[in-house]
């Protein structure tokens, strides 16, 4: 099917199969087709590109990717789409569909594998609300080598995590191996159902492969963000906090969203 973006095609498909959108999958789909080709021009994909794509929905994104990109391979939670994108995307076919929750993917691997055939391995999603932070923080854990990510988010998330005074746990991670920045904003009212805040795509250029041992120090750092760093990372140095944090030139009496990406790079060296 062309244009499924468009919101008569959308509708003719989820009635045809009597779909609904799942809350537990957080499903809202795209039905502005400009939307999604303004999505796809803030991606840097081309022939030699191979994109990954976090929830296909109904494949409004997964068409208009498959017309840029060299290979698409998308990951579906949901088995009820099967009948409906073995329709919607019958035309596509430089399209791979995998019924698998992306979360279980040994992404490194994935990545390897692609990169033998594709310059470039993008990932590209309209991301459920409710999981945004686990997808981004497996993707940069995995240490596979993604050359971008960029994904549909809350926009209010997306202000957080472009946001040089705001600091978290993904935030430091995201700093680590890259640059983020908010590419476009979009409007509620083009989602079938329409979510209750508007989006926005957030892209995350990567740079840097990630120290795993940054997920060890950020955990147990942020465990009482209104705790001191010294009384938070106590659980994990022991009786060696106080001389660490001096060595890294680190006060005793910060907390954990005051320190910078590099102090938290050279506390990695301790473990």
């Not at 040994?106 to 309209?126: E, M």
């Amino acid at each position: 099917m062309k244009d499924i973006a468009k919101k008569a095609n959308t509708m003719y498909l989820l009635e045809k199969y009597n779909m609904k959108a799942t809350k537990k999958f957080g499903q809202n789909f795209l039905i502005d087709l400009n939307v999604i080709q303004k999505i796809v021009a803030c991606t840097p994909i081309d022939q030699q590109t191979c994109v990954i794509e976090i929830g296909p929905g109904i494949g409004a994104l997964t068409e208009q990717l498959s017309y840029q990109a060299g290979h698409v391979v998308s990951y579906e939670i949901d088995t009820r789409l099967k009948a409906v994108l073995e329709e919607s995307l019958n035309e596509c076919l430089n399209v791979e569909i995998i019924f698998q929750d992306f979360l279980t993917v040994d992404l490194k691997q994935i990545v390897h594998h692609y990169k033998q055939h594709y310059s470039k391995v993008c990932i590209v999603a309209n991301l459920p609300y409710y999981i945004t932070s686990d997808i981004l923080e497996h993707i940069i854990t995995s240490q596979a080598d993604v050359d971008s990510i960029h994904v549909m988010v809350q926009k209010e998330v997306a202000l957080k995590l472009t946001d040089a005074s705001y600091h978290s746990p993904l935030t430091f991670m995201i700093e680590s191996i890259g640059q983020a920045s908010l590419d476009m904003t979009i409007s509620k009212n083009v989602f079938s159902p329409a979510p209750r805040v508007d989006s926005a795509i957030l892209s995350i250029m990567m740079e840097k492969t990630y120290n795993p041992l940054l997920t060890q120090i950020l955990k147990q750092a942020f465990t009482q963000k209104r705790k001191t760093i010294y009384n938070n990372l106590k659980g994990l140095f022991l009786e060696n906090t106080e001389k660490i944090l001096n060595e890294c030139d680190i006060d005793l009496k910060t907390r954990p969203e005051q320190l910078s990406v590099e102090d938290y790079i050279k506390l990695t060296h301790y473990l």
